[in-house]
């Protein structure tokens, strides 16, 4: 059974960091490539990040050069280090799996990260 | 970049169709996916490719995508369709994922 757990989330203040992690089980994960999907609260649904199975990268314009996204084929790990962290940065971050052009099939239940002093 | 416009809300009784649109810039030459998400719970897959539903999606839901417009819709509506719809593409020319604003379906 796919399976995408997400942790790492919590409180930090604004100009903080934060490193959420995506654990992979139940598929190769080398071979796929995976989102980061935030929600602010009450708000849609709003791209951040994806690495392909090569690790090529995109990134939304509202994160790029603050957060950055790498994974872990050995650990079948997928991470999102967030630096410079602002109040519209709080949402719920959701890790999917998802191919480009295909669909995001299999999505984490989310981690939630709150940016307040 | 690629914008995708969907209405706010859509409301339908039980057992009637309900039909939520996506709009964008001739859409109909892209893939649009749409995803269920109901309160407290992460988005499900209930379409993919304009029109194919993954395993274990009712017969109910279809999808359909031309012009300027791509349509999920719901057949005989039930309760426990109720939630945010949202509608997304891959826009190659920023390679960004865009979702549209997402739908709230309301079963009266």
């Known amino acids: 059974e796919v399976e995408l757990v997400e942790s790492g989330g919590g409180l930090v203040q604004p100009g903080g960091s934060l490193r959420l992690s995506c654990a992979a089980s139940?598929?190769?994960?080398?071979?796929?490539?995976i989102n980061w999907v935030r929600q602010a609260p009450g708000k849609g649904l709003e791209w951040v990040s994806y690495i392909s199975s090569g690790s090529t990268i995109f990134y939304a314009d509202s994160v790029k050069g603050r957060f950055s996204i790498s994974r872990d084929n050995a650990k079948n790990s997928l991470y999102l280090q967030m630096d410079s962290l602002r109040a519209d940065d709080t949402a719920i971050y959701y890790c999917?799996?998802?191919?480009?052009?295909?669909?995001?099939?299999?999505w984490g239940q989310g981690t939630l990260v709150i940016v307040s002093s | 970049s690629y914008v995708l416009t969907q209405p706010p809300s859509v409301s339908v009784a039980p057992g009637q169709t309900a039909r939520i649109t996506c709009g964008g810039n001739n859409i109909g030459r892209i893939s649009v996916h749409w995803y269920l998400q109901k309160a407290g719970q992460a988005p499900v897959l209930v379409i993919s490719?304009?029109?194919d539903r993954p395993s274990g999606i009712p017969e109910r839901f279809s999808g359909s995508n031309s012009g300027n417009t791509a349509t999920l819709t719901i057949s005989r509506v039930e309760a426990g369709d109720e939630g945010d719809y949202f509608c997304?593409?891959?826009?190659?020319?920023?390679?960004?994922?865009?979702f549209g604003g997402g739908t709230k379906l309301t079963v009266l």
């Open positions: 139940g598929f190769t994960f080398s071979t796929y490539s």
């Open positions: 490719f304009d029109s």
């Open positions: 999917a799996r998802g191919e480009g052009l295909a669909p995001s099939d299999y």
């Open positions: 997304q593409v891959w826009d190659t020319g920023s390679d960004h994922v865009i």
